[in-house]
């Protein structure tokens, strides 16, 4: 038996150590056995980070890794994220915009009020019927009070926050608490075994690092994954049509001005502009396609909507690839973060996907190398199909705009450019409600049935019911609603101000969990 003792992340940023809190806090009554985590990391690469969107589940890995949401506050300039509002994706009206929030609907599970909304909407968006929140974001408030726990929410929250900082607060955490070996240095020789393992790797300072387990965290380079395993990358720019963007950073006009507790997404002529609310300062960002508008005219339309304070600001230019590796692991080395892949940031999927992949490696990881192949199979496969279906929800957002007004938008409603899953589940809900129960039934789903509501009723969608649809759980509807009513005027009238809860959580803190 050859056991799996030394784990070897090359490369930093949010991927690699979130991936090395992950696995060496599941593994730390290994390390007086000879278990070790090392992370090498070039001192010559710096982080990319425009102001970062989450998903709850970072809560729970936040948790898990044991560092304290008080201090993720207090260093990493965060902020609370309750879901995003996208304005103008399907009309491109001023007054066209929906939220996609992070509460599911009231009851969710038990009964399905879509279906329920679609035959008597009575004056309200989906999103009021169903749930408070979209209300909270309009309102600007916290999704807890002060004296709410750590990681325990009134509303469902991910975060906002700078990428940078959260990088170094995850390092220090890392190495200071849970033992991770830190490693200064160029990777200049990745050496191979016989049988197509990585063997070792050869820094540039000339240390040798052997290892068990390699995890590919370099990058757009893919440093292992891509250059020493020749693993291909699967495109999906037919599908996706954004490959450039455009980001500034912008302070705000007054030190008190209200930060925006949710995601703004913009449809623009030829993609869309996010606006990142953190305590210092928004992230914006326009992400376009370079086959429809040139970087000088996207630039022209950041600027516009920034407005005169953004006449002066310095904006980066960034490309996007859009896909994934076909496999992720291959051999002894698994590829996380950007060497696995990239999709547009429309719904801040690049840390979850970290995320789901190093808690699949920390809690599956194999004991030896004998079985370390039938791990890495199902490994690729529940990947593959994350991927796939994150790839089907992004464009869903594309798909079902009703804009004519340039090639872009046109080009996007093309049936050849949707994937065939999705043009079959859109067909299936002209006349079926998503629902848990019939096209969402995978441990796998990264996206549930009630995301899919919210966009397809926030976007216009309306499924043709047969009759008699919703009468025997008509009653249970209509107590949902009056419960989502009246959760609304608590929160409205329990919750702090965004900007006032977090200076109360930097200035006292949270009560530890």
Same mark, same amino acid.
């Given at each position: 038996?050859?056991?799996?003792?030394?784990?070897?992340?090359?490369?930093?940023?949010?991927?690699?150590w979130?991936?090395?809190?992950?696995?060496?806090?599941?593994?730390?009554?290994?390390?007086?056995?000879?278990?070790?985590?090392?992370?090498?990391?070039?001192?010559?690469?710096p982080?990319?980070?425009?102001?970062?969107?989450?998903?709850?589940?970072?809560?729970?890995?936040?948790?898990?890794?044991?560092?304290?949401?008080?201090?993720?506050?207090?260093?990493?300039?965060?902020?609370?994220k309750?879901?995003?509002?996208?304005?103008r994706?399907?009309?491109g009206?001023?007054?066209?915009?929906?939220?996609?929030?992070?509460?599911?609907?009231?009851?969710?599970?038990?009964?399905?009020?879509?279906?329920?909304?679609?035959?008597? $909407?009575?004056?309200?968006?989906f999103?009021?019927?169903?749930?408070?929140?979209?209300?909270?974001?309009?309102?600007?408030?916290?999704?807890?009070?002060?004296?709410?726990?750590?990681?325990?929410?009134?509303?469902?929250?991910?975060?906002?926050?700078?990428?940078?900082k959260?990088?170094?607060?995850?390092?220090?955490?890392?190495?200071d608490?849970?033992?991770?070996?830190?490693?200064?240095?160029?990777?200049?020789?990745?050496?191979?075994?016989?049988?197509?393992?990585?063997?070792s790797?050869?820094?540039?300072?000339?240390?040798?690092?052997?290892?068990?387990?390699?995890?590919?965290?370099?990058?757009?380079?893919?440093?292992?994954?891509?250059?020493?395993?020749?693993?291909?990358?699967?495109?999906?720019?037919?599908?996706?049509?954004?490959?450039?963007?455009?980001?500034?950073?912008?302070?705000?006009?007054? $030190?008190?001005? $209200?930060i925006?507790?949710?995601?703004?997404?913009?449809?623009?002529?030829?993609?869309?502009?996010?606006?990142?609310?953190?305590?210092?300062?928004?992230?914006?960002?326009?992400?376009?396609?370079?086959?429809?508008?040139?970087?000088?005219?996207?630039e022209?339309?950041?600027r516009?909507?920034?407005?005169?304070?953004?006449?002066?600001?310095?904006?980066?230019?960034?490309?996007?690839?859009?896909?994934?590796?076909?496999?992720?692991?291959?051999g002894?080395?698994?590829?996380?973060?950007?060497?696995?892949?990239?999709?547009?940031?429309?719904?801040?999927?690049?840390?979850?996907?970290?995320?789901?992949?190093?808690?699949?490696i920390a809690?599956?990881?194999?004991?030896?190398?004998?079985?370390?192949?039938?791990?890495?199979?199902?490994?690729?496969?529940?990947?593959?199909?994350?991927?796939?279906?994150?790839?089907?929800?992004?464009k869903?957002?594309?798909?079902?705009?009703?804009?004519?007004?340039?090639?872009?938008?046109?080009?996007n409603?093309?049936?050849?450019?949707?994937?065939?899953?999705?043009?079959?589940?859109m067909?299936?809900?002209?006349?079926?409600?998503?629902?848990?129960?019939?096209?969402?039934?995978?441990?796998?789903?990264?996206?549930?049935?009630?995301?899919?509501?919210?966009?397809?009723?926030?976007?216009?969608?309306?499924?043709?019911?047969?009759?008699?649809t919703?009468?025997?759980?008509?009653?249970?509807?209509?107590?949902?609603?009056?419960?989502?009513?009246?959760?609304r005027?608590?929160?409205?009238?329990?919750?702090?101000?965004?900007?006032?809860?977090?200076?109360?959580?930097?200035?006292?803190?949270?009560?530890?969990?």
């Amino acid at each position: 038996m050859t056991p799996v003792q030394n784990i070897v992340i090359v490369g930093g940023g949010t991927a690699g150590w979130l991936t090395a809190g992950l696995i060496a806090a599941k593994h730390q009554e290994r390390r007086p056995h000879g278990f070790t985590v090392t992370l090498v990391e070039s001192p010559n690469v710096p982080t990319i980070g425009v102001g970062e969107g989450t998903w709850p589940t970072l809560r729970n890995s936040l948790r898990r890794i044991g560092v304290s949401e008080t201090e993720l506050f207090r260093q990493c300039d965060a902020a609370f994220k309750q879901g995003a509002r996208f304005s103008r994706w399907t009309t491109g009206a001023e007054d066209d915009g929906y939220y996609h929030p992070l509460m599911l609907p009231q009851s969710f599970g038990q009964v399905n009020l879509a279906q329920h909304w679609l035959a008597d $909407p009575e004056g309200e968006s989906f999103c009021d019927t169903v749930t408070p929140q979209g209300r909270l974001c309009d309102d600007g408030l916290g999704p807890k009070t002060i004296a709410t726990p750590e990681y325990e929410a009134v509303a469902n929250y991910a975060y906002h926050l700078d990428a940078g900082k959260f990088s170094h607060f995850l390092q220090r955490h890392c190495r200071d608490v849970l033992g991770v070996r830190h490693v200064l240095a160029d990777v200049a020789q990745v050496s191979m075994a016989e049988n197509g393992d990585i063997e070792s790797l050869g820094t540039d300072q000339g240390e040798t690092i052997a290892g068990d387990l390699f995890v590919d965290c370099t990058g757009f380079s893919a440093l292992l994954i891509g250059k020493a395993l020749h693993v291909p990358f699967r495109s999906c720019a037919g599908t996706l049509f954004c490959d450039s963007a455009l980001a500034v950073q912008i302070p705000y006009e007054e $030190p008190a001005d $209200p930060i925006a507790c949710h995601t703004i997404s913009t449809a623009q002529s030829a993609g869309w502009i996010w606006d990142i609310g953190l305590p210092t300062r928004r992230g914006v960002g326009h992400v376009f396609s370079s086959a429809h508008i040139s970087p000088e005219d996207a630039e022209r339309e950041l600027r516009a909507y920034l407005g005169p304070r953004g006449d002066d600001l310095a904006v980066r230019r960034l490309s996007i690839r859009s896909g994934h590796r076909e496999q992720f692991w291959k051999g002894n080395c698994v590829a996380a973060g950007l060497a696995a892949g990239f999709l547009e940031p429309l719904e801040a999927s690049a840390i979850v996907l970290i995320e789901l992949s190093a808690k699949m490696i920390a809690d599956q990881l194999p004991p030896c190398r004998e079985v370390m192949d039938v791990v890495a199979r199902r490994f690729n496969e529940t990947t593959l199909y994350r991927w796939g279906r994150i790839i089907d929800f992004l464009k869903l957002h594309y798909a079902l705009t009703r804009r004519t007004d340039s090639d872009f938008w046109r080009d996007n409603v093309r049936p050849e450019t949707i994937p065939e899953r999705l043009r079959d589940l859109m067909e299936l809900w002209r006349f079926q409600v998503p629902w848990n129960i019939d096209e969402f039934d995978r441990a796998e789903e990264v996206f549930p049935s009630a995301s899919y509501q919210y966009v397809l009723y926030g976007m216009g969608h309306r499924t043709v019911l047969m009759p008699g649809t919703g009468d025997a759980d008509a009653e249970a509807a209509r107590r949902a609603k009056r419960e989502n009513r009246a959760q609304r005027q608590r929160l409205l009238a329990g919750l702090p101000r965004h900007r006032e809860l977090i200076a109360k959580i930097v200035a006292h803190g949270l009560q530890p969990v």
